[in-house]
Each structure stands twice: as C-alpha cells, then as structure tokens.
Nanobody, 121 residues
C-alpha cells in the first residue's frame, strides 16, 4: 500500500489547512489510517486516527477540538482538517496505514513520505 500525503504549506497562526492521504491500492479501504507528526528535535507524535469503516476516530490530546480526520473510501483518501493552527503545530505530517488495530496503538506498517506544515506567529 503506497501512501501519498499532501496539503502542507506555510500558514499563519489561526489559519487552517486540509491534509490529504491518498492511495490507489484497493486494500486501502481495509486499513485503519493514522496521522503522525514530527517536529525538529522531537519524537514522532500521534495526531489522529480513523478506523477502517470510518466510524471511530482518535485524536492526540494536543489537537482535540481543532483537528478532524475523515475518510472517503470510494476515493481512497483520508483527510485531516487542521484548524486554528499554532506555531507548535509546525512539523512534518505523515500518514500511515495499519491492517491491525486503530488509533494510537494500531500496528502501522505503511507510511507516506510526509508533508511539511509551517505555522508562523
């Protein structure tokens, strides 16, 4: 399963972005998907996750209430709507897919290349 993350960019604090994670693999709809981020000098952090049918969503504490994850299986795309961005959200955002589990504890085996989000104050 190959994943393509996109949608990052340079924005100001308070702005919004929509990140996309796309896959042409038919098996993509069988996977749960997660978004992670990694800022310079920091460990990778779980941001959000969505289950295979899309009915269960999971969020990291730092983004609850600001980020929204959704998926459209017909289009093999998972979106991450990131709202009210803060400079602390600056990081490379990665999407990943798991065949087992969902959310922060899922076994993610497929990873996209990442998209950079930079938030200026």
């Amino acid at each position: 399963v190959q994943l393509q993350a996109s949608g990052g960019g340079l924005v100001q604090a308070g702005d919004s972005l929509r990140l996309s994670c796309e896959s042409s693999a038919r098996t993509f709809s069988w996977t749960s998907v997660g978004w992670f981020r990694q800022a310079p000098g920091k460990e990778r952090e779980f941001v959000a996750g969505i289950s295979r049918p899309g009915e269960n969503t999971y969020y990291g504490d730092s983004v609850k209430g600001r980020f929204i994850i959704s998926r459209t299986n017909a289009k093999s795309t998972v979106y991450l709507q990131v709202n009210t961005l803060k400079p602390a959200d600056t990081a490379v955002y990665y999407c990943a897919a798991a065949l087992l589990g969902a959310g922060p504890s899922a076994h993610y085996v497929y990873w996209g290349q990442g998209t950079l989000v930079t938030v200026s104050s």
